[in-house]
């Protein structure tokens, strides 16, 4: 019984050493606002930016997956809930679009390896991002092509939500990259869709269901 304690206790806090350094700085400032609000006697309103503090740093926490996916699986670029496998505009594509809770992890990773091509950025509204309509959100289009071939696309498109509203892309473009390698990342609820070509691949997660980062197979190379 000591040792499942133990166990609990460790697996509760061991993503505090994944925070990303901009969550140590946000979850700083909180705890300074908090200081500040118990030294002039407000433990409520201090109590409250201490939790905002915590949750700042939880919200940034990267951790590691080194998982290495064989040559025909895509990987899952971001953790969340399927919204929908859709065609959606382009009859040639099959769009997988995923939704992140605050509470999910929000670093997005690279689908396959080979090249990255163009990256598009567009401005757009601030819906919430399991709202049907959010595709039409400020949004940021990765261009990912697996060994660099035009034909195997496995683009990511990060897509805020109504919290922060603030997309960071950690790659650029024309350049060689990993499988798993971290994208970059969307503050504070968002969406992440994956634009596949609808011939070449066999999607088999599902509608509904629950998705890990760089741990997920998200469809097959046929």
Request: charged share 25%; hydrophobic share 45%.
């Amino acid at each position: 019984m000591i040792k499942d304690i133990v166990r609990t206790l460790t697996n509760s806090v061991n993503w505090i050493g994944t925070v990303l350094p901009l969550g140590l700085k946000f979850a700083a400032a909180g705890m300074l606002i908090a200081a500040v609000l118990f030294y002039f006697d407000c433990p409520k309103t201090g109590f409250l930016f201490v939790i905002i503090g915590c949750f700042c740093a939880y919200f940034f926490r990267d951790p590691n997956r080194n998982v290495e996916f064989a040559d025909d699986e895509i990987a899952c670029p971001a953790d969340g809930t399927v919204l929908s496998i859709d065609p959606e505009e382009d009859p040639n594509s099959i769009v997988i679009r995923i939704f992140l809770s605050i509470f999910d992890i929000h670093v997005q990773r690279s689908t396959v390896q080979g090249k990255t091509g163009d990256i598009f950025y567009h401005k757009g509204t601030f819906l919430f991002a399991d709202n049907p309509d959010a595709v039409n959100n400020e949004r940021n289009l990765i261009q990912l092509f697996k060994d660099g071939d035009p034909q195997k696309f496995a683009h990511v498109e990060q897509i805020t939500g109504a919290i922060a509203r603030r997309i960071e892309c950690w790659v650029h473009p024309h350049e060689d990259i990993k499988q798993n390698r971290r994208l970059g990342l969307v503050r504070f609820g968002s969406q992440v869709a994956v634009y596949l070509p609808k011939d070449k691949v066999r999607v088999i997660v599902k509608k509904g269901q629950k998705v890990q980062g760089g741990i997920t197979v998200l469809a097959l190379w046929k």
